[in-house]
């Protein structure tokens, strides 16, 4: 392979776009920008992807709802919610981020490259099967691990080659697990996994009645045979790297161990910055540079490497700019990053009450 590390991206996802949002085209811009004024570019491969059709997005939502995005996006754009809106672009534009997570999945699963960063927009976590929310509009990370446990019938790339195929298929994860650190709960991506026993969905996210959505409890556990492979942290404001670092060591690492998946999953929201405007969290870009050191030893150590990442929030510019690039130079196995804001200046609260608490209802001890 020319690469071990793949990207989807697609100037699309810029028209996705209403001056003053927060969930705006600048962000993908500004990450375009640090990514190809680094060393990293020229050794990224991109992957070719085309847009989800309407049979490929009604495997996972209703058809009611994907039609109705359609025609709002048709008669020039709306709103679905306070909060999520649509432009005259917005369908296409979701329509290939679910195509950009499809098709890193599949090179992921297939050995095209080793692990693929799908760098989308709008972001999909807070998507339910039959309605948006919180900036989302079809939930990206679901259909990539849809796709990599073999729901989909999905269709190749043409590119690849007949035993490139083969390998796809006996590759097959049976298990994949997802983990979100987007500090926010990924609330849509609970719900279409809650009773799928394949599916270890965990969260790490703020918690409290002043931030969106407000579920992710560590007693949303799942449902029926899936009890136990729904996994929520529920973090107090103000956490910050050393927090995160026990929650990933101490609660994180042993339930993947238990698990053991065979592909690894990332919703990479990065608006758990202490520079964030949307949260009160206080993670450092080093701190987020430890998660995915942490993630990048699990998936070599029980999925063949096999990772893949798929963008969801991340609003402070800087940060999310230099939290993918850092992201970048790790899957690319380099440990030095880039932290040009520095730690937070504010004290982080003790976690120790909700890792004794997750580990207790995991039984992760």
């Known amino acids: 392979?020319?690469?071990?590390?793949?990207y989807c991206y697609d100037s699309v996802f810029l028209e996705h776009h209403i001056a003053g949002h927060p969930e705006n085209r600048q962000r993908l811009e500004m990450v375009?920008?640090?990514?190809?004024?680094?060393?990293?570019w020229p050794q990224l491969r991109a992957l070719q992807f085309t847009p989800a059709n309407f049979e490929t997005l009604t495997a996972l939502h209703e058809p009611r709802y994907v039609s109705t995005v359609y025609h709002v996006a048709e008669r020039g754009g709306g709103w679905l919610?306070?909060?999520?809106?649509?432009?005259?672009?917005?369908?296409?534009?979701?329509?290939?981020?679910?195509?950009?997570s499809l098709a890193a999945a599949r090179a992921v699963s297939?050995?095209?490259?080793?692990?693929?960063?799908?760098?989308?927009?709008?972001p999909g976590h807070h998507a339910f099967a039959n309605h948006g929310e919180g900036f989302c509009l079809f939930n990206n990370v679901a259909f990539a691990a849809k796709c990599a446990l073999g729901d989909l019938d999905a269709e190749p790339d043409a590119a690849w080659s007949p035993s490139a195929q083969r390998n796809h298929r006996q590759a097959q994860p049976r298990r994949v697990m997802i983990v979100d650190?987007?500090?926010?709960?990924?609330?849509?991506?609970q719900a279409i996994f809650y009773d799928d026993p394949r599916v270890l969905y965990v969260s790490?996210?703020?918690?409290?009645?002043?931030?969106?959505?407000?579920?992710?409890?560590?007693?949303?556990?799942?449902?029926?045979?899936?009890?136990?492979?729904?996994?929520?942290?529920?973090?107090?404001?103000?956490?910050?790297?050393?927090?995160?670092?026990?929650?990933?060591?101490?609660?994180?690492?042993?339930?993947?161990?238990?698990?053991?998946?065979?592909?690894?999953?990332?919703?990479?929201?990065?608006d758990a910055h202490w520079r964030d405007p949307l949260a009160?969290?206080?993670l450092s870009l080093s701190g987020f540079a430890r998660i995915v050191r942490v993630l990048r030893s699990l998936s070599d150590a029980l999925c063949n490497g096999r990772m893949v990442l798929v963008l969801e929030g991340g609003y402070d510019l800087e940060a999310l700019s230099y939290g993918v690039l850092n992201c970048f130079r790790i899957l690319l196995g380099q440990d030095d990053v880039e932290d040009p804001l520095g730690p937070s200046p504010e004290q982080?609260?003790?976690?120790?009450?909700?890792?004794?608490?997750?580990s207790q209802v995991h039984a992760l001890r």
């Open 1 to 6: 392979m020319s690469s071990p590390v793949g």
């Open 32 to 40: 375009l920008a640090r990514l190809q004024h680094s060393d990293l």
């Open 81 to 100: 919610n306070p909060d999520t809106y649509v432009t005259r672009a917005t369908f296409r534009a979701a329509a290939h981020a679910v195509g950009a």
């Open 110 to 122: 297939a050995g095209q490259v080793r692990r693929a960063f799908a760098l989308v927009r709008p």
């Open 181 to 189: 650190f987007d500090v926010h709960h990924g609330n849509g991506t």
């Open 204 to 270: 790490v996210h703020e918690y409290g009645w002043m931030i969106y959505p407000g579920s992710g409890s560590v007693h949303e556990r799942g449902r029926g045979e899936a009890i136990g492979t729904t996994l929520n942290v529920p973090l107090p404001p103000g956490v910050g790297d050393l927090g995160y670092a026990r929650v990933f060591d101490e609660l994180i690492t042993p339930a993947a161990l238990r698990f053991r998946p065979e592909m690894l999953l990332v919703s990479a929201g990065f």
């Open 280 to 282: 009160h969290m206080n």
């Open 348 to 358: 982080e609260p003790e976690v120790d009450e909700i890792v004794a608490q997750v």
